[in-house]
């Protein structure tokens, strides 16, 4: 089993709609969460980023995190053709020497005009 | 403005000759990583440096080695290239954990086919 799982896609959504996004994770000792999105043929940008469980909001984004069943989600509200990318979620424990993240293998979102 | 660049975004490289990807980041940054983006098999780390002539081994480093000779660059080395290298090289860095966890900054990548 790997450690995240991310469900590749694609999906496809008209503009406008409320995107979810999802992972499952299974060690526990995860605290770091983020969402990078990656644009066709560009290396993956921080989108957004929340420790352990609770809810973050930045404009049309939203992450959410329950770490009781380890599951993350990011929403997209009134999604845009701008939003199309891959998305990866990615976590890490602290305490290590270095930053190592784990990634999900990433959701393909295609918002249609 | 971070900036993380690759030195070639496409390379085409035949059977057994030796690769050279380069990284070079402006952020004085003390980590760096190498990752292979491949389709259903996502980001995974082939090594990965926390200063200057140090590294470790990421999850599939079998047929790879890194140089850091200097904190700014990190490259990537393919001793003898095959044909299951073919693939996205992505390059990150970032701040030591012992200043608080910090993102990973990514270049734009190197599309690498071996042919």
Same mark, same amino acid.
């Given at each position: 089993?790997?450690?995240?799982? &991310?469900?590749?896609?694609?999906?496809?959504?008209?503009?406008?709609?409320?995107?979810?996004? %999802?992972?499952?994770?299974? %060690?526990?000792?995860? &605290?770091?969460?983020?969402?990078?999105?990656?644009?066709?043929? @560009?290396?993956?940008?921080?989108?957004?980023?929340?420790?352990?469980?609770? %809810?973050?909001?930045?404009?049309?984004?939203?992450? $959410?995190?329950? @770490?009781?069943? @380890?599951?993350?989600?990011?929403?997209?509200?009134?999604?845009?053709?701008?939003?199309?990318?891959?998305?990866?979620?990615?976590?890490?424990?602290?305490?290590?020497?270095?930053?190592?993240?784990?990634?999900?293998?990433?959701?393909?979102?295609?918002? $249609?005009? | 403005?971070?900036?993380? /660049?690759?030195?070639?975004?496409? !390379?085409?490289?035949?059977?057994?000759?030796?690769? =050279? !990807?380069?990284?070079?980041?402006?952020?004085?940054?003390?980590?760096?990583?190498?990752?292979?983006?491949?389709?259903?098999? *996502?980001?995974?780390?082939?090594? =990965?440096?926390?200063?200057?002539?140090?590294?470790?081994? *990421?999850?599939?480093?079998?047929?790879? +080695?890194? +140089?850091?000779?200097?904190?700014?660059?990190? +490259?990537?080395?393919?001793?003898?290239?095959?044909?299951?290298? /073919? #693939?996205?090289?992505?390059?990150?860095? #970032?701040?030591?954990? +012992?200043?608080?966890?910090?993102?990973?900054?990514?270049?734009? *990548? /190197?599309?690498? /086919?071996?042919?």
């Amino acid at each position: 089993q790997k450690e995240v799982e &991310q469900d590749p896609g694609p999906l496809s959504v008209p503009e406008g709609a409320i995107v979810s996004l %999802n992972c499952t994770y299974s %060690n526990s000792a995860f &605290q770091y969460f983020m969402w990078y999105r990656q644009y066709s043929r @560009k290396g993956p940008e921080l989108l957004m980023y929340t420790y352990s469980s609770g %809810n973050k909001e930045d404009g049309r984004f939203t992450a $959410q995190v329950d @770490k009781s069943s @380890k599951y993350i989600s990011l929403f997209i509200r009134d999604s845009q053709p701008s939003d199309s990318a891959t998305y990866l979620c990615a976590m890490t424990e602290y305490g290590g020497a270095t930053n190592k993240l784990i990634f999900g293998t990433g959701t393909l979102l295609a918002v $249609q005009p | 403005d971070v900036k993380v /660049t690759q030195s070639s975004r496409y !390379l085409v490289k035949r059977t057994g000759e030796k690769v =050279f !990807l380069e990284c070079v980041q402006d952020m004085d940054h003390e980590n760096m990583f190498w990752y292979r983006q491949d389709p259903g098999l *996502g980001l995974r780390l082939i090594y =990965f440096s926390y200063d200057v002539k140090m590294k470790e081994k *990421g999850d599939i480093p079998e047929g790879y +080695s890194v +140089s850091r000779e200097k904190k700014e660059r990190f +490259s990537l080395i393919l001793e003898s290239a095959s044909t299951n290298q /073919t #693939s996205m090289y992505l390059c990150a860095s #970032s701040l030591p954990a +012992s200043q608080g966890i910090d993102t990973q900054y990514f270049g734009p *990548g /190197t599309r690498l /086919t071996v042919l």
